[in-house]
């Protein structure tokens, strides 16, 4: 009750401290002045003219609020502030004290905070001239996202099932955006992230595990509200193809690595020629790093060659993959030209690496609509490069026909076995072209050179 009848007082008196009583008056006395009281008493008269626009405002919960007033002159007058219909000040009188005043020349400021969503209004700064005339500043308090991400921490499912995850907002204002993104991966479908508050799955594979982040945004700070889950898929192990054969030499050391996907993890194995492998061998190092087992063989020996296996194993299945650890030379890589310059010869060139001498090589050839094949032997002649190389100059061929070639080097360990079959053809015939094979357009210097002396050779004749 004294709250009101005090604040009835201040209206009261802000009401009676008007300069002005009634508009009869006003031009009675102005009319009586003399001259050089005239333009005074209008400028005494006149309405002051706010020199503050109208704000909106979007204030984080927490911050400081300051609204300004502030007029060209107040003198004679009184300033109250209203939030939405309610007085909360007049003059230098704070009716709300959950409001602070600061005063400036001809105004002032209101000052609240920290702020809470109670403080979301409209503020009203009005002057108690005869016309009241006022500003109004709107505030909307923005509040920071809650987010809750359903199920908690850790989702497990069996590759092939649906997966399902939602992301709620528990509060927030204004509304936050909810994305979806996956640590450090892009989302299965390729996406960087994905709008929505449920993330949907309907048939896992293993390429969906991973840590999904919900993430909320309504502006409130620097970065999004971050929730975390870790979708967790379990499958049989997935061991990633090894390399079909490994080439090396006598007391070399060498390393196979086998990755393996697994989830729950996998128990790895290793055997050689189907004979599991034992930790207790002096020539043998098992390792592991994360998701990658190794196998070292240390001081290759005669023994050491065969067929190695890595197998993973789980209670969802398994997996394998094999290599083959050889002592044998690489298979060949052609280096000639697939058309011969001639009707009824071609020089065949290539090269092949080997981590033991390679003392010579054995050639293949027949037209390609044959089933017989000729052989020749041929010398290898060591390059610069630590590789082997070797030339045949096939003769006595049929002209514009097709052929198939292949190479096997002889080392230490015997032939090699010719992976690769080349395709050539003599003069006038339709160029065949060659699988992709590594290695296979690159023209050695001496094959250049051989073909060239060749031609130089049969002019001259």
Known sequence: MYKRIFLSLLIVQAVFSLPYSSSEDTVYEYENLPENEKEDEYRVLSTPRFLSTPQTLLVNEGETIRLPCKVDRLEGFVMLWKKNKDIITVGDQIIDKSVRLEKTSNGNSI?????????????????????????????????????????????????????????????????????????????????????????????????????????????????????????????????????????????????????????????????????????????????????????????????????????????????????????????????????????????????????????????QFKESRSSKWTSMEVTATRSPNRSWQGTALLSHLQSAAQYEAKVSAKNDFGYSEPKHVFNFATKGAVPYHQPSVSGSSTLTSLPVLFITLLVSLRKCL
């Open 111 to 363: 000052v609240i905070g920290p702020a809470t969503t109670e403080d979301e209004a409209d503020y009203t700064c009005q002057i108690s001239a005869y016309k009241p005339t006022e500003i109004t500043h709107s505030v909307k308090i923005r509040v920071a996202p809650v987010i809750m991400i359903s199920p908690e921490a850790v989702l497990v499912v069996t590759e092939g099932s649906p997966a399902h995850i939602s992301c709620s907002v528990v509060s927030g204002s204004p509304t936050p955006q909810v994305t979806w993104r996956r640590r450090e991966r892009k989302m299965p479908g390729g996406e960087e992230e994905v709008v929505g508050n449920i993330l949907h799955f309907p048939e896992v594979t293993r390429h969906h595990a991973g840590h999904y982040l919900c993430q909320a945004d309504n502006g409130f700070g620097p970065t999004p509200v971050t929730k975390e889950i870790k979708l967790e898929v379990h499958h049989a192990p997935k061991v990633e193809q090894l390399d079909t054969e490994l080439y090396t030499g006598l007391h070399l050391e060498e390393e196979i690595v086998c990755t393996v996907h697994s989830s729950p993890r996998a128990q790895v194995t290793w055997t050689k020629d189907g004979q599991t492998l034992e930790n207790n061998s002096p020539d043998l190092v098992f390792g592991q790093e994360a998701n990658k087992h190794s196998l070292t063989l240390k001081k290759i020996s005669a023994d050491t060659f065969g067929k190695y296996t890595c197998e993973a194993k789980n209670e969802f299945g398994m997996d394998r993959s094999s290599i083959e650890v050889s002592g044998k030379a690489e298979p060949a890589v052609f280096t000639s030209a697939d058309i011969s310059l001639y009707p009824d010869s071609y020089t065949l060139a290539w090269t092949a690496e080997s981590k033991s001498d390679i003392s010579t090589f054995l050639v």
